[in-house]
């Protein structure tokens, strides 16, 4: 399984020769101008973890660019965009699925889920990915929450994608506590540094981690990570 960091909270993962587009923002992205091209993004599945708009900005873009790629989201969002003519997959929270790429289940987040023009999101999420051998969970946006300790119990996660930047997610203090609670070592953080808001100090985020005995990995946009 490869995971490329596209910026924000935008991932693209490779496993069993599917395409899997995580929370498309590239365009909207400053820091991902020069580096990601939108329109050059492979997808056969788009997951959407909630409806901010920066975890949605670039589905339909690239949704139309991979003709016949699937949406898998929250039942509100799959709705939402099935009116705009992309076919979805609706899950909600504790459900799993065996998709061909793999299984998915969607797991609960707190945080919040309105899309840009205020309409429903449906309750926020994140996914635990059972791929290849491999399990990935990626939190969305959330804060620190006790649910986050039923997923080991689930499955056991080789690596977790937390955010990290504070103010609108938890912050890598939170994110540290998390790595406990999902039983591992090792981060990969995102949802920083985009915005002023978010912007956070490497550094000690990095001592943060490793005062706890872990590993916090802070990709630059681009970067590949091979499990
Ligand atoms: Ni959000
Ligand atoms: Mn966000």
Not at 164 to 167: A, T
Not at 192 to 195: E, G, L, V, W, Y
């Given at each position: 399984m490869k995971i490329q960091y596209l910026g924000h909270a935008s991932l693209l993962i490779e496993t069993n020769g599917k395409y899997l587009v995580v929370d498309p923002f590239i365009t909207g992205n400053p820091l991902a101008s020069g580096k990601i091209d939108a329109d050059k993004i492979p997808a056969d599945y788009i997951l959407v973890t909630h409806a901010h708009q920066d975890h949605i900005l670039d589905v339909e873009r690239i949704a139309s660019n991979n003709p016949g790629a699937k949406l898998i989201s929250n039942f509100e969002i799959v709705n939402y965009f099935g009116q705009r003519g992309i076919a979805g997959h609706p899950m909600n929270h504790g459900g799993s699925w065996h998709f061909d790429f793999g299984r998915l289940t969607y797991v609960n987040a707190i945080h919040t889920s309105s899309f840009p023009d205020g309409s429903y999101g449906g309750q926020p999420g994140g996914f635990v990915l059972e791929s290849a051998g491999k399990t990935v969970y990626i939190?969305?946006?959330?804060?620190?929450?006790?649910?986050?300790?039923?997923i080991p119990l689930m499955a056991k996660p080789d690596i977790a994608i937390l955010p990290?930047?504070?103010?609108f997610t938890m912050g890598y203090e939170s994110a540290a506590v998390a790595a406990d609670y999902l039983k591992i070592d090792k981060v990969i953080g995102y949802h920083?540094?985009?915005?002023e808001l978010i912007k956070i100090e490497h550094a000690k985020a990095i001592e943060t981690f490793k005062k706890a005995g872990k590993e916090l990995i802070l990709p630059e946009i681009g970067d590949v990570f091979e499990l």
């Open positions: 939190a969305g946006d959330t804060a620190l929450t006790e649910d986050m300790k039923i990290i930047g504070d103010n920083f540094d985009t915005f």
